[in-house]
């Protein structure tokens, strides 16, 4: 297995090792196009260039729909909705907490801390338990999604990303283009997906969120969602956000775009950034050509 050092989540000196297992099947055939981009081997970053030269695949803008205010204090990990709540898992080391709230008020109906020791990472809800990882422990925790009262933890292989559930498996990443399935009573690894496009596999994925046996994803670092596909990991569009930073001379590293939600009574997503000061309701709308 091939083991990639990059930057520290919060910014600090750290290195981080992510850890790609090999891949299950053959990637996608990688065009003309892409070998020209690839004079030493390496895949392209995730850019304007790479997204928007893959013709196979649909890439959406958005439109904004509605606007919320989010607590700037936190570094955003994980967000979904569960039973008509809005659920936030936050990260930093003596900063992260679980938190449920009301999003239309923004009022915090309540939220669990994290013990100094951990960097709080994804959350998700299935059943009526919220499971959520932490970075560098291999340990999660599992609390009860009406109270976030403490029930529980597990132990996962490698460093802990992104969290999300198809209502049968935990599914998360650890930073590489590797997707994980637990099993929710063991926490085995079932299986596993390799992310991949055109180009090459696509890494650094963060934040998760499956709607429709689709997995919609962060890009690490980047201001791009990617969706691909929950059964072969096979890249099934793209979502570009930019412009949607609203102080981007500030907001910069590691105040980076993260958090996905699905609101299926509105039929739109729900994103925000680490430490940003709104959340948005965003529909996404098929980018014109030649954007």
Same mark, same amino acid.
């Given at each position: 297995?091939?083991?990639?050092?990059?930057?520290?989540?919060?910014?600090?000196?750290?290195?981080?090792?992510?850890?790609?297992?090999?891949?299950?099947?053959?990637?996608?055939?990688?065009?003309?196009?892409?070998?020209?981009?690839?004079?030493?081997? !390496?895949?392209?970053?995730?850019?304007?260039?790479?997204?928007?030269? !893959?013709?196979?695949?649909?890439?959406?803008?958005?439109?904004?729909?509605?606007?919320?205010?989010?607590?700037?204090?936190?570094?955003?990990?994980?967000?979904?909705?569960?039973?008509?709540?809005?659920?936030?898992?936050?990260?930093?080391?003596?900063?992260?907490?679980?938190?449920?709230?009301?999003?239309?008020?923004?009022?915090?109906?309540?939220?669990?801390?994290?013990?100094?020791?951990?960097?709080?990472?994804?959350?998700?809800?299935?059943?009526?338990?919220?499971?959520?990882?932490?970075?560098?422990?291999?340990?999660?925790?599992?609390?009860?999604?009406?109270?976030?009262?403490?029930?529980?933890?597990?132990?996962?292989?490698? !460093?802990?990303?992104?969290?999300?559930?198809?209502?049968?498996?935990?599914?998360?990443?650890?930073?590489?283009?590797?997707?994980?399935?637990?099993?929710?009573?063991?926490?085995?690894?079932?299986?596993?997906?390799?992310?991949?496009?055109?180009?090459?596999?696509?890494?650094?994925?963060?934040?998760?969120?499956?709607?429709?046996?689709?997995?919609?994803?962060?890009?690490?670092?980047?201001?791009?969602?990617?969706?691909?596909?929950?059964?072969?990991?096979?890249?099934?569009?793209?979502?570009?956000?930019?412009?949607?930073?609203?102080?981007?001379?500030?907001?910069?590293?590691?105040?980076?775009?993260?958090?996905?939600?699905?609101?299926?009574?509105?039929?739109?997503?729900?994103?925000?950034?680490?430490?940003?000061?709104?959340?948005?309701?965003?529909?996404?709308?098929?980018?014109?050509?030649?954007?």
């Amino acid at each position: 297995m091939a083991s990639l050092a990059i930057a520290s989540r919060s910014g600090l000196n750290s290195p981080k090792a992510v850890t790609n297992p090999s891949r299950m099947k053959a990637p996608h055939s990688v065009t003309e196009s892409a070998f020209a981009r690839l004079p030493s081997g !390496q895949a392209p970053d995730v850019d304007h260039e790479r997204v928007y030269e !893959q013709l196979t695949v649909p890439v959406h803008t958005y439109e904004i729909v509605r606007t919320f205010p989010h607590d700037t204090r936190d570094y955003t990990e994980g967000l979904f909705h569960h039973k008509g709540y809005l659920y936030e898992a936050t990260g930093e080391f003596g900063r992260s907490r679980l938190k449920k709230s009301d999003i239309e008020t923004g009022k915090v109906l309540c939220e669990s801390d994290l013990d100094v020791r951990y960097f709080g990472e994804g959350a998700t809800a299935l059943g009526d338990h919220v499971y959520r990882l932490t970075y560098l422990s291999t340990f999660g925790f599992i609390y009860r999604d009406d109270t976030l009262e403490l029930t529980g933890t597990f132990h996962y292989p490698g !460093q802990g990303w992104g969290l999300t559930t198809d209502g049968k498996s935990l599914i998360m990443s650890n930073g590489s283009a590797a997707i994980l399935f637990l099993d929710p009573k063991t926490f085995a690894v079932e299986r596993y997906i390799v992310v991949t496009d055109s180009f090459s596999e696509v890494g650094f994925l963060n934040e998760l969120e499956y709607v429709d046996g689709e997995i919609y994803a962060n890009v690490w670092k980047t201001n791009y969602i990617v969706r691909f596909s929950v059964e072969t990991g096979t890249v099934t569009g793209w979502l570009d956000l930019n412009g949607l930073d609203p102080d981007p001379e500030k907001l910069v590293y590691p105040y980076v775009l993260n958090g996905i939600a699905h609101d299926t009574d509105e039929g739109t997503l729900v994103v925000t950034g680490k430490n940003w000061p709104s959340l948005w309701h965003v529909k996404p709308v098929l980018a014109k050509p030649g954007s």
